[in-house]
C-alpha cells in the first residue's frame, strides 16, 4: 500500500523539512517487507487564495485513495492504534492511503465530508510545517510498530 502525505503549500529548508524527508525515507525502507509504501509527501498550490480553492487543487491527488484528513475535530489516536489501522487498510487491499493537510486555514468542508476519517493531533493547534513532521514521525512510528521494532515503547 503505498503512503502519501499531501499538504498544501510547499515548505522551506527548514528544520521540520530535514524531519519530514528523514521520517519518510525511514518509514519508506521499513515498510517495504510489510507492503507499506512507498511513502512519500506531495506539496500542492492553489492559484487562488481560499480552502475551495486549495481544495481544488488538491482532489486530483485522491482518486482512487483511502482519505484521512488531518483536522482538528478528527479523533486523536494512541500510536499502537494508528498503527493497526493502518495495517488494517493494507489487509483490506486498500492500494493507496493519502493523509490530507490544508492551508493555513484548514481544508475546505466539501473536501472534508468526502474524506474517509479525521486525524487529529491533539487540542493544540500546530504550526503547517511541525503537523507534516509529526505526521511522518507517526507514520513511521506505525511501519516500526508493525515491523517489531524496538523503536516504539508502550
Known amino acids: 500500500m503505498k503512503i502519501a502525505i499531501v499538504a498544501v503549500g510547499r515548505l522551506a529548508r527548514s528544520p521540520e523539512t530535514e524531519l519530514v524527508k528523514l521520517y519518510v525515507e525511514r518509514a519508506t525502507n ?11 509527501v506531495v506539496e500542492v498550490e492553489s492559484r487562488k487564495p481560499g480552502k475551495a480553492a486549495e481544495g ?9 485513495a483511502h482519505v484521512i484528513a488531518c483536522d482538528e475535530h478528527g479523533a486523536a489516536r494512541p500510536s499502537r492504534r ?7 487498510l493494507r489487509d483490506r487491499g ?11 486555514d484548514g481544508l475546505d468542508p466539501d473536501l472534508l465530508a468526502q474524506t474517509n476519517g479525521k486525524l487529529a493531533f491533539g487540542p493544540q493547534t500546530w ?14 512510528r506505525a511501519v516500526s510498530i508493525l515491523a ?6 508502550d
Open 30 to 40: 521499513a515498510g517495504r517487507a510489510l507492503g507499506l509504501g512507498p511513502v512519500e
Open 94 to 104: 486498500v492500494r493507496r492511503l493519502v493523509f490530507l493537510i490544508g492551508g493555513a
Open 82 to 88: 494508528f498503527a493497526e489501522e493502518i495495517a488494517a
Open 56 to 64: 481544488e487543487a488538491l482532489r486530483p491527488h485522491l482518486a482512487d
Open 127 to 140: 504550526p503547517h510545517a511541525l503537523a507534516r513532521a509529526m505526521l511522518a514521525e507517526q507514520v513511521y
Open 148 to 153: 517489531g521494532s524496538p523503536y516504539h515503547r
